[in-house]
């Protein structure tokens, strides 16, 4: 199924807002029969049909219909790597089929084995890590991006919720998901929904409010967290999921979570926009102190989001330090700069320009995601840290889509706010 360009762009640089899956099996070489990058699963079916079986082909795409693609083998030796064969089923003519894989910085253009409709890649990949991938089917191979000639992997059985269902891959030694599987044993919190009128926007958004089970206005007022991409949070990275759990576990305390949508104008309102700005912090928050039992102490509060959402975060911490101690950036685009100015790492420099705030700063950023995200990140973090700022990195084993983002909002919690 082909893809529109939205959809890709949106995983490549923006990404609203995006987990589970079901591992592939492996297959083990066998001593030294092939070299290090040749898949063994290939390799005997192209010496099958080398040899006159006329029913192999069959069979192989019988299995993949069953087991799901990619294909995954042990090396020999090696623990860290593992061996991924991308499989791509021809059903018209074509001249080449390339396979994306994050950073997408890098083609990988797939060979087609003898004279079959059969298609494959073979890559060493790290033996932990989660991705999504794509196929460029008659790439023009000049290094560019095409969205319109871009299919998923029909035969992946994982699919993202998220893009019309992205396929990804999750390594055997992948970290098992912890804080976004919902336990049945966990005490559940609420969620209501709202419609708010914001003067400063001139427009009506919808809210969702999380309050945690127990809640009560007679009880010491809670600390509030408040993230962009709402709806995205809830939906795909079991936000609720995450604090439910981490409240049980006292990991944090009980705490109010505001999710706003922000999916129809996100370009517009994360990017360094003083009224959305004005809107979070001297709007929503006032709103939910005059609804909610929530604190007024700036330790307690939290200003989160995702790529332009946590460059967004960053920005209201930095306009408004007297509502927001806390600044929650996952893989923050921080790259991007204001239309009027040149200045690489634009925002890292307002933060350096001015006096240090009291704030503590959490920061995510996948080692898959692209350079500019990666170094922005790096440079951010660096910079505050020289301004004297308390700031934590956190490196995960993904790239710039919802495969992680669930997890690391839970290790964002703890370090911000944790009960230990």
Known sequence: MKKVASIFILILFTLLVFCGC??????????????ELESAVIMDLKEKIEKGDTEALQEFWNNLENKGTPIIEEIEGDSENALVTFIYKEDYEIDNVVVLIPPF???KKLEKLLDTNLWYKT?????????????????????NFHSKILEFDRLNKNKLPA?????????PNAPDNFWTIERDDVPKGKLDEHKYYSEKLDEQRSIKIYTPNGYSK???????????????YIEFLSAVTVLDNLIADKKIPPMVAVFVETHSRRSIDMTYNDEFSYFLAQELVPWMKNNYNISDNLNEAIMGGTSLGGLNASYVGLKYPDTFGNVLSQSGAYYIKPTETDEDNWLAEQFNSKDKLPMKIYLDIGILESKEMIDSNLYFRDTLIGKGYSVHLEEFKSGHDYLSWGETLAKGLIWLIGTE
């Not at 893009?163 to 390594?171: C, E, L």
């Open 218 to 232: 007679e009880n010491k007022p809670y600390g509030y967290l408040v993230l962009t991409d709402g709806g995205a």
């Open 163 to 171: 893009f019309n269902g992205n396929p990804y891959v999750v390594m």
């Open 105 to 107: 910085e890098v083609e």
């Open 123 to 143: 890559c060493k990949m790290r033996n932990d890590l989660r991705f999504i991938y794509d196929f460029s089917v008659n790439d023009p191979l000049d290094g």
């Open 22 to 35: 079901k591992m592939k099996e492996s297959t083990k070489h066998e001593g030294n029969k092939y070299s």
